[in-house]
């Protein structure tokens, strides 16, 4: 059975979908995927072994100039790549009207959630099967149950497994033990204030833990330069590639990061670790994983709906030490 997938960005959203492959492949035995992915996150498919081929797409560079990428034929070409193969199942994960879009030229019979599940109700037109999903459950919840709906299974709520296995990425040579601080993020509602970052850095150093600090653009560079404190013990290292990315954080103690998509890869992992939400709920697209907690200044009604994997605490006010005791539970 050849299914293709249309879940493109960001990279927490691809990594929550890893889970429903694993569902699909336990119940399945033959099945296999393609799977459409933002240029710039085309290897994390790859990653998981039901996952044949990752087809890249370059929406976001299209945007920023349409009339070259017309010109260069490069959105024609990618056309031409989806519409070689014909595929049994076509699942839009997503639910935007651009992937219902990008789906609608791929060969075979498309799935998505309904107008009501969906995140924008004009995709749904574009589906062949539509499925209703609760919106009150966690994202990677929601793919599962849209996996095994389109695809007619039943999975296990209460286990979690993302498909990928830690030893498999390539380690980086680093000086052990070390925590890596994942401090950069998106959006400035998301961000922990340097202060913060620099105390939590200076309780590791004092319990024998180096420090690294990875980043992804020049503000992201200064502000973990800011962290160091140009330290021998904590580290800003240079620019590096996912994949590198990915073995820094299999190979260390534990992980640290606000909001971002990193540290829902670290958690995929099983990298034991602490996602703080300063300005955004944890309930429906927190950290889940083994030895994984969020840690949310932002308060809820409603409680936070059972979720496997998912540990959640609330505090008005996140501070370092309350941070490093929790991490220090999860290292054991």
């Not at 699909?24 to 998981?48: C, G, T, V, Y």
């Not at 014909?86 to 997503?94: C, L, M, S, V």
């Not at 309904?114 to 539509?130: G, H, P, Q, R, V």
């Amino acid at each position: 059975m050849k299914v293709l997938i249309v879940k493109m960005s960001s990279m927490g959203d691809l990594i929550h979908t890893l889970p429903a492959i694993t569902d699909a492949k336990k119940a399945i035995p033959d099945i296999q995927f393609d799977w459409i992915a933002e240029e710039d996150f085309a290897e994390i498919p790859l990653w998981h072994p039901a996952v044949d081929k990752a087809i890249p797409i370059a929406l976001r560079r299209w945007r920023k100039n349409i009339a070259k990428s017309i010109k260069e034929a490069e959105i024609t070409n990618f056309i031409s790549t989806i519409k070689k193969c014909e595929y049994d199942y076509i699942i839009d994960a997503q639910g935007l009207l651009k992937s219902a879009l990008v789906a609608r030229f791929a060969k075979g019979t498309r799935h998505g959630m309904d107008s009501d599940s969906c995140k924008e109700s004009l995709a749904a037109c574009f589906y062949s099967n539509k499925f209703s999903i609760s919106k009150q459950a966690h994202a990677i919840e929601r793919v599962r149950m849209l996996f095994a709906k389109a695809l007619d299974y039943t999975f296990d709520k209460n286990k979690l497994a993302y498909g990928l296995v830690r030893s498999n990425f390539n380690a980086q040579e680093k000086t052990k033990p070390y925590l890596v601080f994942l401090h950069g993020t998106s959006a400035v509602n998301k961000l922990w204030p340097v202060e913060h970052w620099q105390s939590l850095t200076e309780m590791a150093i004092q319990n024998q833990h180096r420090v690294y600090l990875p980043w992804g653009n020049e503000e992201e560079r200064i502000r973990a330069e800011n962290i160091a404190q140009e330290s021998d013990f904590c580290q800003v290292l240079p620019k590096m590639k996912l994949t590198d990315i990915a073995g820094l954080l299999a190979d260390a103690s534990a992980v640290v990061g606000v909001d971002t998509g990193l540290a829902h890869l670290a958690a995929a992992i099983s990298v034991p670790g602490i996602t703080l939400y300063i300005d955004t709920y944890p309930k429906y697209t927190g950290a889940c994983g083994n030895q994984q907690l969020c840690m949310s200044q932002m308060q809820i009604e409603q409680p936070v709906a059972r979720t496997a994997g998912l540990d959640v605490v609330y505090s008005e006010q996140l501070l370092a030490e309350d941070v490093w005791q929790q991490l220090v539970k999860r290292m054991g």
